[in-house]
């Protein structure tokens, strides 16, 4: 294995095990977060900068687009020259792609590699990262990828990562709205829920939602109905994500009315109700509650 040197900025849920299994694996890792945390096996530095000392790539784990422009502002002219950035953040298209034209003209390689898997999947090694950027710049990274993930699938040029992260949950925000709001129904019809899930597991009506990740308490596989919907996914997650599918949908004029009304019940959820630290899952007993709305 070639060992290289590796900055990590952005140790939180999810940074802080990916900086872990890098250094477990041996490289070594220089870890930075304004707030101070770290990551078993990785050497804190002071700033952003200090990450970059010697770095043959720099990782970042960041809450949105906007930190990630401002913190890339640092990194890219302290970085070594032929050095790449890999952006796994989940962010808007065009921050992606802003970013990767800046690390171009600096001279610097840039992958953008959000991922899917959750603090489970970044703790065991097994996330999946979809990624955009130059054949030359992905294959750099697989190594990383390998460590901190089982998949990793090259999308295109630089935000085809991003591109699909957001498709993919748009897909999953409707789709598990949809299963909720079935469950709802299914109740008020007299429906037992084991029923439902065994009818429709094996159904047209199946889907990761209902077969893997089952939103009713004590059906199907484990999940987080199953632990008073603490998150797994939490709502204000799927919110954000389902935010940016809108952003990039209203930036390329695609109509999306079902990522739109999907956004507009989690907006709901999470700022008006009591969605905020609960499952994205926890839609069942929001519906199952209410009686008709106004359509
Ligand atoms: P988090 O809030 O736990 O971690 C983000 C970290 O970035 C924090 O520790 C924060 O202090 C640090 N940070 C903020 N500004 C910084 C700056 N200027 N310099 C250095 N560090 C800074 O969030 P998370 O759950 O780890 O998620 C990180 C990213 O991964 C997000 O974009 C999220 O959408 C995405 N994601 C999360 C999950 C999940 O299940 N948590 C799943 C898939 C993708």
Redesign the pocket.
């Known amino acids: 294995m070639t060992t290289y040197t590796i900055g990590f ?7 802080a095990p990916m900086a872990a299994n890098l250094a477990a694996a041996g490289y070594t890792v220089l870890g ?4 101070g ?1 770290t990551a078993k096996g990785v050497t804190s530095v002071a700033t ?1 900068e200090a990450a970059c000392e010697g770095a043959d790539f720099v990782i970042t ?4 687009g906007t ?1 990630l422009r ?2 890339a502002d640092q990194l890219i002219p302290a970085m070594k020259t032929g050095a790449t950035l890999v952006d ?4 808007d298209v065009q921050s992606a792609r802003d970013v990767d034209a800046q690390a171009t003209a600096a001279g610097a390689g840039f992958v953008d590699a ?6 489970g999947g970044a703790a065991g090694g097994t996330l999946t990262f979809m990624a955009g950027g130059s054949d030359t710049a992905f294959a750099s990274a697989l190594p990383l990828f390998d460590i901190m993930g089982q998949k990793a699938v090259h999308c295109g040029g630089a935000g085809a990562g991003q591109a699909a992260k957001i498709c993919n949950n748009m897909i999953l925000g409707a789709t598990m709205l949809a299963t909720c709001e079935a469950f709802g129904l299914a109740d008020k019809l007299g429906l037992d829920r084991q029923k439902m899930f065994d009818v429709v597991s094996t159904s047209s009506g199946y889907s990761w939602s209902m077969n893997a990740y089952c939103p009713a308490p004590g059906v199907g596989p484990q999940s987080p109905a199953d632990n008073g919907y603490a998150p797994g ?2 709502a204000e ?1 799927m919110l ?2 389902l935010g940016l599918s809108q952003q990039a949908a209203e930036a390329v004029d695609a109509d999306t009315p079902m990522g739109a009304l999907a956004l507009a019940l989690y907006q709901q959820f999470v700022e008006h109700e009591d969605g905020k630290g609960q499952d994205f899952s926890a839609m069942l007993p929001r519906f199952a509650a209410r009686g008709r709305q106004a359509p």
């Open positions: 900025v952005g140790l939180g849920n999810m940074g930075f977060d304004v707030a945390t952003a784990m960041l809450p949105n930190i401002r913190v796994c953040s989940t962010v959000p991922v899917s898997g959750g603090i996914f939490a997650l954000k994500d």
